[in-house]
């Protein structure tokens, strides 16, 4: 295993130090509880919290902040967090106007969240749970938990935030949520496994020319492992289980996103969108809004995921609104 | 036929400290084969801490002593793990409430009570390849028993635990991460089960209980 | 090799179409000669150039935009563009103020925009060529070009962008270059090679247990090939040598920079950018500034290097300006 | 001792289109043992487009068409060979302005101010492992010769280029791409260097002259 990791039991831990140390002044952590909050919470907002396992940085603590989450905890590498975690998160940030707590959709968070929203609501506190399903990879089933959460998360969190940045009610935020998550989908393709740290070696083995279509963000597989194919191709797999699932219809506006997994760099991801983009066109899709880059990730994993949110006004103006996350560029 | 005491119960949960913290790097490979390779880390951080802090903890009554684990198990269990077992504790903590000994029917209600509380959490039904495969026929054995011969008890669920390896190893698993690996998790055994046989497997060579186990995964 | 890729030939033109398509309003393409410039170009302000090979991303075209660069041209993946291609860069944007172009300290790329600005003077354009060479890992000889130009880069584009978006002089924009340069250093680390698309396999062999200290963003060896270390022994051996080079010295304020090289996940940069925070302080630095992410990356590489830039004022309140271009978060 | 015309000259450039377009592959390869593997595709695609323009451009003079050609290579050849080759053609075509045909010494000459060009373009030195290297030596046996048989001239031009690749194999690149690799250049030839003497090979079989190479890359 080739990673820049000190002991693997502290690799949470420590790059949690990490975005404290570069954002000394946007930030605060509670490490015993994985936990980091933005300094100067409004009592009188909304408070969005979030938290799963880690790996899938800048999911979920490099995404606190204005306009944002308000805090995140993070279990360990692709484990859902304590109990105790989850619910400290809470109250960490209640606040008057509520907490909306956003969970992925996973057995493990589910159950965590679950405890700790019921724990919460014990203590009085105002506090909602909703689950992000954007992941058309597997078809939901009465067997599973349903569809996963992956990268559609990012819609949830910017469009709830930016509308608790407004002062939106409990209600209002929790609606915003409803209305994103119903309108997004994503569907992921994997070109190589990634190295949880505590494993250190691959989830998954698969072949110098193959790829893993509908892959989850853990490594899970979902549609079928096929012959590695060109970007093009790749990109009409991911676009078509998208796009017929909502579906996503002539005359739409959406905003149109191009995830990393973590290992495939930024040139690689444009050509992606390339692809994408003329696909929508095809479509008649018109795309308000774009995102190319990493938001949510698998480690070190080589491959992308496509998502679309299909926008109304309101969305747009929410996700066009400014926020500040430990992620930037300048 | 006798009652169970607080002290025997802390005792056999000492033991099982040492079962799981043992079995730390095992049960993490089983879980690596389908799911997410966390379970035994996850369980072992938990009853690391339960190892330490027991003979200090409020044993006032086997709940106060329960409810107290299961806190540890919201602390310190991430995953599934996590709620799982402190749900489990806590259900078992709750009908033993300010007892400090408990019949055999006693301690039958409480694991009843504990798979109640984990189905409630999970939504686990029978066949989905979760550790509930082990507990609920341990459990219609215990009830089928009449507890005048503990020892014979160990055996019997032990011998449950163990036919559980088996007779999921085939499944699909249909809860916790190992679900989302769908055809994969076949023809692995769940860590879960296995966990469960493992720490009843030891509790019989501890309390001398003879036990020869069938599934693979306990005669290594 | 598996890349999202359609043909190797194709890879550049294309993931600049995908930039392009995700920036109608910001950007637009003169395709035939691989070059991106801003919009709009005010001809009262000083422009600002860039182009070398692709694989570098988001150098140098997704770093075109307003407060940074005006316009850029890409070469093949690692090679320097065709002299054309520079010239068409720099009159594309030349303004009444001038045009500096910034050169990365490569053979190539020196050859190729020195007859590109000798051209462009020949035609009467006002145009300064600055050398960027912040990599400290190999030292200069005699024998040599001298030092690589990596992801100082970035700090000198940064601040020139935002010197000539205020309206500074050419020579005053050219000050500001120099000042940069004389104060950032760098240095690198690899734990993987890159697959330049081409090519189709890797760059260089290194052994599974193995990392190439000092790399250069070509897959150039540096310093040592070495076992490898932990996250705190690497970041050590980065710092030590980037905080000796200048030297940086107690009561120095600097900016910090994570850089990843494109195959490595945000998780594992904070790790590395804790370690060095707890470094700078030892030193008895002050982080003013601080920048974790991929600036400027060897397509796929594993691993990272770490850049310091000593501050004044002046530079603190050039890389504090705003700036737009293709890398953004939200 | 008879004239060289331009249609000597545009045949001869023809034949190297051919050579250079042949070894696209295998002159990257070659680039790829020390420096970044884009030499054969740099040259390649310049002279891909430098073949098929040929018939068509501007001929009213040697230099005329050299320009042309040089103004190709600098909108086509990325890396160093851009500058390097355009520069190359640049010079040697300004030294033929307005001529229809050149003498042995205009050729001579021709070469003599590209090498130049390339120096200051480059700043390389004797050994820094460059094309130079062959290109410095083959000027200097041009001048010792009188031209009165080009096909000698040519025989042994081509074995100063073969020569060449064996005396700086085992040098150290100072110069390029490779330059950045240090001590893992020695030991492989200069792709530059294997080029002219590659395409001088060529030559030699073209025009029916007689010769035997001795560096293994002239024998495949
Ligand atoms: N919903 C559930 N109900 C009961 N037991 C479950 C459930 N989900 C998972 N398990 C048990 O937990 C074990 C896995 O635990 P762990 O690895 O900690 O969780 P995760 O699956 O989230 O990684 C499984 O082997 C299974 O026996
Ligand atoms: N400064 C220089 N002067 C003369 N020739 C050079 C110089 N640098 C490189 N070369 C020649 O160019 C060849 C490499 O060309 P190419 O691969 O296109 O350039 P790069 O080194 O930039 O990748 C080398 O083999 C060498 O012969
Ligand atoms: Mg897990
Ligand atoms: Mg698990
Ligand atoms: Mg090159
Ligand atoms: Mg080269």
């Known amino acids: ?330 | 036929m006798s009652a169970i005491s607080l002290e025997q119960i802390e005792k056999t949960i000492d033991i099982t400290c040492d079962t799981v913290i043992r079995n730390e790097k095992y049960f993490s490979d089983l879980d690596g084969l389908a799911g997410d390779g966390d379970f035994g880390t996850s369980l072992a951080t938990g009853f690391k801490v339960i190892k330490k802090d027991l003979p200090e903890i409020d044993k006032s009554a086997i709940g106060a002593m329960l409810l107290k684990i299961s806190m540890i198990c919201s602390k310190h269990v991430g995953g599934s793990s996590g709620p799982i077992w402190g749900t489990g504790f806590m259900r078992a903590g709750m009908v033993s409430k300010g007892l400090t000994e408990v019949t055999y029917e006693q301690l039958t209600d409480m694991l009843g009570s504990a798979i109640e509380g984990i189905v409630a959490r999970g939504g686990a039904q029978r066949g989905d390849k979760t550790l509930l495969d082990a507990l609920w026929p341990i459990h219609d054995k215990m009830k089928e028993m009449d507890g005048s011969d503990l020892g014979a008890v160990l055996a019997a669920i032990t011998a449950e635990a163990d036919k559980a390896i088996d007779e999921t190893r085939t499944l699909v698993a249909h809860r916790g991460r190992a679900s989302q690996v769908g055809e994969r998790s076949a023809d692995t055994p769940d860590p879960g089960i296995v966990g469960i046989a493992t720490i009843l497997y030891d509790w019989c060579k501890h309390y001398g209980v003879d036990y020869t186990p069938t599934a693979a995964e306990l005669n290594r």
């Open chain 1, 1 to 330: 295993m080739k990673k820049f990791v000190n002991n693997p039991e502290n690799f949470v831990p420590e790059f949690m130090a990490g975005v404290i140390a570069a954002n000394p002044d946007l930030l605060e952590a509670m490490p015993e509880f994985q936990l980091i909050k933005r300094k100067n919470v409004d009592a009188s907002k909304v408070a969005i919290v979030q938290g799963s396992g880690s790996g899938h940085e800048p999911a979920h603590v490099m995404a606190v902040g204005p306009g944002m989450l308000t805090a995140a905890c993070q279990g360990p590498v692709f484990a859902a967090p304590p109990v105790d975690a989850c619910l400290e998160t809470i109250k960490s940030v209640a606040t008057d106007a509520g907490v909306l707590v956003l969970v992925n959709n996973y057995q493990g968070d589910r159950m965590a969240w679950d405890m700790a929203t019921e724990m919460a609501e014990a203590e009085g506190i105002k506090v909602v749970q909703f689950h992000i399903n954007d992941d058309v990879a597997v078809q939901d089933s009465l067997y599973t938990v349903g569809r996963r959460g992956v990268a559609g998360n990012f819609f949830v969190m910017k469009a709830c935030g930016a509308a608790a940045e407004a002062g939106a009610s409990l209600d209002e935020v929790v609606a915003i949520a409803e209305k994103v998550n119903n309108n997004v989908r994503t569907m992921g393709v994997a070109l190589t496994s990634c190295i949880p740290p505590a494993k250190g070696d691959p989830i998954f083995d698969i072949g110098d020319d193959e790829m893993e279509v509908g892959v989850g963000i853990h490594g899970e597989p979902g549609r079928e492992r096929t012959k590695m194919k060109s970007a093009a191709e790749i990109t009409k797999i991911l676009y078509d289980a998208v796009q017929s699932d909502l579906p996503f219809n002539s005359g739409d506006k959406v905003a149109l996103m191009v995830n990393g997994l973590g290992g495939t760099p930024p040139a690689e991801l444009y050509v992606v969108y390339n692809e994408a983009a003329k696909l929508a066109a095809e479509t008649g899709l018109t795309v308000a809004r774009n995102y190319v880059g990493e938001y949510c990730t698998a480690i070190e994993m080589a491959g992308c995921s496509l998502t679309m949110l299909k926008l109304d006004d309101e969305l747009e103006k929410l996700l066009d609104a400014p926020a500040e996350t430990a992620c930037r560029i300048f």
